[in-house]
T-cell receptor, first 115, second 106 residues
Framework: AQTVTQSQPEMSVQEAETVTLSCTYD???????LFWYKQPPSRQMILVIR??????QNATENRFSVNFQKAAKSFSLKISDSQLGDTAMYFC????????????FGTGTSLTVIP | NAGVTQTPKFQVLKTGQSMTLQCAQD?????MYWYRQDPGMGLRLIYY???????DKGEVPNGYNVSRLNKREFSLRLESAAPSQTSVYFC?????FGPGTRLTVL
């Protein structure tokens, strides 16, 4: 069974500082996709960043980057220069191959950026 | 290119009423999903469709039906709404999500 664990239900960070959100997953697959989604109070699910397991290079999108450790099955999200607009719920998601592209979501981390 | 669109955005129903949530994607994807999200919780899969003509149950399918009308469209129907179905509903065609439907059942 595929599982995704986000062990930090809530986090806070000072504006302009850096924060790391953790995510681990369990799978026997060798190739898959990993995602981080942001859900602000508007409830819209916004794709922040994605990583393909066969790529060793960590994905980056502006202030957002990941630390992908395939052997450890770890996929953490680093947010640099945190901004007030980063306040949101963040979900880690795993997508194995050959399951109709089904997502498996973690329970989320609520991030608050403090001015 | 709108990605994933959903209608309606908001809906209030009385117990026992029925309604259909519409979802469409313009990305030519095969797979589409319906999730529900209850307050303070993550997303739970209701139904999904791996390709046109196929549908499968997810984690919480009871009380719902789906139709994969064609490759673009995937609808979710509540035949007899119950207060326990009050939730926010998301359609997804990975990795994109629709904007969500806030449903309240009185």
């Amino acid at each position: 069974a595929q599982t995704v664990t986000q062990s930090q239900p809530e986090m806070s960070v000072q504006e302009a500082e850096t924060v790391t959100l953790s995510c681990t997953y369990d799978t026997s697959e060798s190739n898959y996709y990993l995602f981080w989604y942001k859900q602000p109070p508007s409830r819209q699910m916004i794709l922040v960043i994605r990583q393909e397991a066969y790529k060793q290079q960590n994905a980056t999108e502006n202030r957002f980057s990941v630390n992908f450790q395939k052997a450890a099955k770890s996929f953490s999200l680093k947010i640099s220069d945190s901004q007030l607009g980063d306040t949101a719920m963040y979900f880690c998601a795993f997508m194995p191959p050959n399951t109709g592209n089904q997502f498996y979501f973690g329970t989320g981390t609520s991030l608050t950026v403090i001015p | 290119n709108a990605g994933v669109t959903q209608t309606p955005k908001f809906q209030v129903l009385k117990t026992g009423q029925s309604m259909t949530l519409q979802c469409a994607q313009d990305m030519n994807h095969n797979s589409m999903y319906w999730y529900r999200q209850d307050p303070g919780m993550g997303l739970r899969l209701i139904y999904y469709s791996a390709s046109e003509g196929t549908t499968d149950k997810g984690e919480v399918p009871n009380g719902y039906n789906v139709s994969r009308l064609n490759k673009r469209e995937f609808s979710l129907r509540l035949e007899s709404a119950a207060p326990s179905q009050t939730s926010v509903y998301f359609c997804a065609s990975p990795p994109g999500f629709g904007p969500g439907t806030r449903l309240t059942v009185l």
